[in-house]
């Protein structure tokens, strides 16, 4: 006979909490160069994900998202784009909705790094007792962004930003 507490612990719903971060790998290339506001990407989850004894996201689950942002390579700047994760569809045909983003270090945005200046200049370098050496010095002109790309098969990670409640 099972007590009340172990009858409980078994219909409970489990918390993936927020914060939590799912290790993914990218199935399409995504790029600045053809990607648009709204299109639809699609990751799987390499990892099963345990929370206590329980299974809750299994390894091969699909992890789906849309593209969020996309800014435009320009002169000293990269393109970037950034992708919200929306749903999971575990192997079995569970659904779980998902607040989420692709992670990144720079505010969930994939490039946008500052480019390399196009010229330099110049100028003599004096210390004391030895000959003036020549120190290249950077000019403000830099060079044009290149687009971002994610390519199929790398491995990135998912932020979740709401509690996943899965039973």
């Known amino acids: 006979m099972l007590h009340a507490e172990e009858t409980n612990a078994e219909n409970t719903n489990i918390k993936v909490r927020a914060g939590t971060f799912i290790k993914v790998m990218n199935m399409n290339e995504i790029s600045t160069l053809i990607s648009d506001i709204g299109d639809e990407v699609v990751f799987l989850n390499i990892n099963d994900m345990y929370v206590y004894e329980t299974n809750v996201i299994p390894k091969n ?33 569970k ?34 007792r030895i000959r003036p050496i020549l120190k290249a010095v950077p000019l403000s002109v830099l060079e044009q962004g290149k687009h971002t790309v994610i390519k199929p098969g790398e491995e990135l990670f998912v932020i979740i930003e709401d509690d996943i409640i899965a039973k």
């Open 61 to 93: 689950t699909k992890v789906f998202g849309e593209v969020e942002d996309v800014l435009e390579p320009v002169q000293g700047r990269n393109g970037a784009i950034k992708i919200l994760i929306t749903k999971m569809i575990t192997p079995d045909k």
């Open 95 to 128: 659904v779980y909705k998902v607040k989420g983003h692709l992670y990144s270090d720079n505010d969930n945005y994939f490039g946008g790094e500052e480019t390399l200046p196009v010229y330099y200049r110049k100028v003599p370098h004096f210390q004391q």
